[in-house]
């Protein structure tokens, strides 16, 4: 395509974000006046169009191929002849290589799910001398044919565009190229030639790409080979030979087109057109007439130029009025041949103007560029038309507008969209980090398929589109400094190409559950909350110690031992401030509103209500002061509270008096304590979380004593890693169901709440999965981590593999107990995060017993080198393990009522992500999309979920890990915690839930 130089400013970018939020998009509905995102089509995607309909990607010769073994070409020459013409001074040498590289490109294409690839043949590497009578390279001819046959053999359509600005030098030499009349037949030669070699496998050609850009830039301005232009230093005149290049263009099309259809058409069955430039003009002053004729114009001049001649065999009017006899005319015997000459029109599709009528200022010169009269903008004020993109403006509405102008005005001509797409900054500019994470890439093109199909549903007749680029690649006058490629590709070793997110087009659980593989959300493109029943909740989740900060709180545990062992925490952080949430719950709740969340999960800190832990110990009143307040705010805005009531926050008191959980009078002080919460807020709080992850606070607290109160075989403090884990955990049990039974007891009734306990569900695929030994440990890895709680609370006793293992280190239910905790759960939280694979360790008896050791498991996320799922800070995550445990426990625990209470993924921490590429968190959008899309496959299966809260609202202390991950939908800046920002995430998230 034809751009002006690359202007970047990122400042810009940033900006226009916000401006281009506000204006309007074709939507698939076609009456939209909405978002340019790709976020409101997610409901959209290839099966809004035809069957027959040809999605592929495109590329030209010179851009990709390299120099090897080709003779040399008007862009070869002009290149190292005017280095200073090109920004950073290089020419395609090598490019991408893909003379050396051709089954490369199309295995991209294969990943890509290419079904059709627009390719241009180099003139010169086939006839090296331009015309027949200089001899054919047969090297030139195998090396098209061994590209068409990878093609075909991958079922990949060609497309081919016979010309696409390589001239060979001969013929510029020789005659300046498209200057002089010869070209004609010398063109419809090597078309010919073309056609005998390929035509049996080739059954779409495109005579010439852009006719209108070799004509303007390589005779008006110069900025192409040839580099004629008045004033050129090799001459020329931009007021006639332009005109001149575009008549001859004309002319060597249609005779080819003639050609063809007399020769080869029939034999080989193929179809015949050619690609012009399609650039759509609004008025700059919609009221004012000059200004609308001045769009008019534009349209003539830079594409009915071509456009008329070819469907109705003449130039515009205006141009012939305007022009003179600066145009060249048509004998009719031209004009007969040029009419009509397309079985299809392609059609180039970038940018729309604003457009101003010039036609007060005469210039002193005539030229191509002055001829129209008129003045091109895309800004109106400071005021873009579309999206500020490197290099250009882009609005996918004009798409619409100028399909509707050609059906309308040519006949409704069988069209191709032969190239759409945008730039990324070049070499230098741009991360690779941030290149791969093309999301802005993926708007562009999502927002003009969009366009695209309302044209269609409009009666335009396009019936395919091919996205520019299949990779990066020399963007002609711009060099490497842009970059439009689906594909990454290292210029200095162009073997090295990477898919980036807008290439990506993999399934995963997808959303008719069956696909297996990889994980990726661009197959869910169809999928969001409409997938889901409408009683469904969508929300987000937090916890009291990870936002609150320590304001007006009593000490608890973690306050306790972040302060007393900083070394346990990486970045020896404590939760002092964090989201400073005590006294920023407004804001926060202004995050949820924005993420168009229905529920909002957080935790009550037990110490800020009651400072010592019981209530013999006094009620603070202003902590209950502040869990109204952001209640009241929640329910002010139509977001249900969801309540955990212990996040792992123990009052330091009950630490210090009998070691929390460890003792049995616990059990009492927690169900006081919840019973407080149900008198306080059960009016308002339907949805009661007792615990979360009992399995966390006794393994890490109590067993490798990483979380406090810091407990274990040889700690500091002591503990006993083989015993007081399962205490701990049985007293959890206890406190829950005494905490259960109370509240079904007097408040289920009067307050029409719900209850239940958040424990977390990890998934285990035997490491080896043919070994009856890794397949018992996957089992007994499910037993010990979540049996050991889910199977007490469905059936009234620990997991009979636990009882057996452990003997008298595991507690035991007296029969009221069990009667107690069987059935207390109206509901199940589940944490979902990852899923091991399970290989047996029963061989190795450790010396010392210790919760860690005695399920006899080892668990790993990588099978030799090969990770189980998606590598990411901290884990790799596996979603299909998440429809396996909800399938799982719905056969083997009476499938329970499930709210998915936390699901999520970390970036990396202060300091090691900059803040721009923590906004752009693409891989946080894939991870909740592909768990929601097997959390709908397990719904299908029959799993009875109810809700989904993303982990986490914002980023926020995460326990043990300082601030050293960030697992928000939204940024916070922990120096200043009243600076939080919305991540694409959380962009995404919103989009989905309201579709
Ligand atoms: C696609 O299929 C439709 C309906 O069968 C047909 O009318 C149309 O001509 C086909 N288009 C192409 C390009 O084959
Ligand atoms: C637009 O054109 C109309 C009609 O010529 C004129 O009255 C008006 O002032 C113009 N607006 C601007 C902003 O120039």
Partial sequence: MAIPKALYSLAILVLLFVVASSQTLCNPECKAKEPFNCDNVLTFNRSGFAKNFTFGAATSAYQIEGAAYRALNGWDYYTHRYPEKVPDRSSADLACDSYHLYKEDVALLVKLKAQAYRFSIAWSRVLPKGRLSGGIDENGISYYNNLINELVKNGIEPYVTIFHWDMPQTLE???????????????????????????????????????????????????????????????????????????????????????????????????????????????????SEADKAASKRAFDFIVGWFLDPLVYGDYPEIMKKMLGDRLPTFEPKESALVKGSLDFLGLNYYVTHYTADASISIPPIPSVATDPRITLTYYRGTDPIGVVAPSFVYYPPGFRMILNHIRVNYGN??????????????????????????????????????????????????????????????????????????????????????????????????????????????????????????????????????????????????????????????????????????????????????????????SIAWSRVLPKGRLSGGIDENGISYYNNLINELVKNGIEPYVTIFHWDMPQTLEDEYKGFLDKRIVEDFTNYAELLFQRFGDRVKFWITLNQPYSLATKGYGDGSYPP????????????????????????????????????????????????????????????????????????????????????????????????????????????????????????????????????????PPIPSVATDPRITLTYYRGTDPIGVVAPSFVYYPPGFRMILNHIRVNYGNPLTYITENGVADPGNGNLPIGEALADTKRIQNHCSHLSCLKCAIADGSKVAGYFAWSLMDNYEFGNGYTLRFGMNWVNFTNPSDRRQKDSGKWYSTFITK
């Fill in 710 to 845: 810091g407990r274990c075989t040889g700690c500091e403090f002591g503990g006993n890693s083989a015993t007081e884990p399962y205490i701990v955990a049985h007293n959890q049990l206890l406190a829950h169901a005494t905490t259960v039974a109370l509240y079904r007891e007097r408040y289920k009734k009067s307050q029409g709440g719900k209850i239940g306990t958040t424990l977390i569900g990890r998934w285990f695929v035997p490491l080896n999965e043919t070994s009856e030994a890794d397949k018992a440990a996957s089992k007994r890895a499910f037993d010990f981590i979540v049996g050991w709680f889910l199977d007490p609370l469905v059936y009234g006793d620990y997991p009979e593999i636990m009882k057996k293992m452990l003997g008298d280190r595991l507690p035991t239910f007296e029969p009221k107990e069990s009667a107690l905790v069987k059935g207390s759960l109206d509901f199940l939280g589940l944490n979902y995060y990852v899923t091991h694979y399970t290989a047996d360790a029963s061989i190795s008896i």
């Fill in 173 to 287: 030499d020789e005659y300046k190229g498209f200057l002089d009349k010869r070209i004609v037949e010398d063109f419809t030669n090597y078309a010919e030639l073309l056609f005998q070699r390929f035509g049996d496998r080739v059954k779409f050609w495109i005579t010439l790409n852009q006719p209108y850009s070799l004509a303007t830039k390589g005779y008006g301005d110069g900025s192409y080979p040839p580099g004629r232009c008045t004033g050129c230093e090799f001459g020329g005149n931009s007021a006639t030979e332009p005109y001149i290049v575009a008549h001859n263009q004309l002319l060597a099309h249609a005779t080819t087109v003639a050609l063809y259809r007399e020769r080869y058409k029939k034999s080989q069955g193929g179809k015949i057109g050619t690609t012009l430039i399609g650039r759509w003009f609004v008025p700059l002053n919609e009221t």
């Fill in 413 to 602: 001509p069988l069209t191709y969209i032969t190239e759409n797409g945008v730039a990324d900054p070049g070499n230098g500019n741009l991360p690779i980090g941030e290149a791969l994470a093309d999301t802005k890439r993926i708007q562009n093109h999502c927002s003009h398929l969009s366009c695209l199909k309302c044209a269609i549903a409009d009666g335009s007749k396009v019936a395919g589109y091919f996205a520019w680029s299949l990779m990066d690649n020399y963007e002609f006058g711009n060099g490497y400094t842009l970059r439009f490629g689906m594909n990454w590709v290292n210029f200095t070793n162009p073997s090295d190409r990477r898919q980036k997110d807008s290439g990506k087009c993999q399934t995963v659980c997808n959303p008719e559950c069956k696909a297996k593989e990889p994980f990726n959300c661009d197959d869910v493109l169809t999928f969001n909350r409409s997938g889901f029943a409408k009683n469904f909740t969508f929300g987000a989740a937090t916890s009291a110690y990870q936002i609150e900060g320590a304001a007006y709180r009593a000490l608890n545990g973690w306050d306790y031992y972040t302060h007393r062992y900083p070394e346990k925490v990486p970045d020896r952080s404590s939760a002092d401030l964090a989201c400073d949430s005590y006294h920023l719950y407004k804001e926060d709740v202004a995050l949820l509103v924005k993420l168009k969340a229905q529920a909002y999960r957080f």
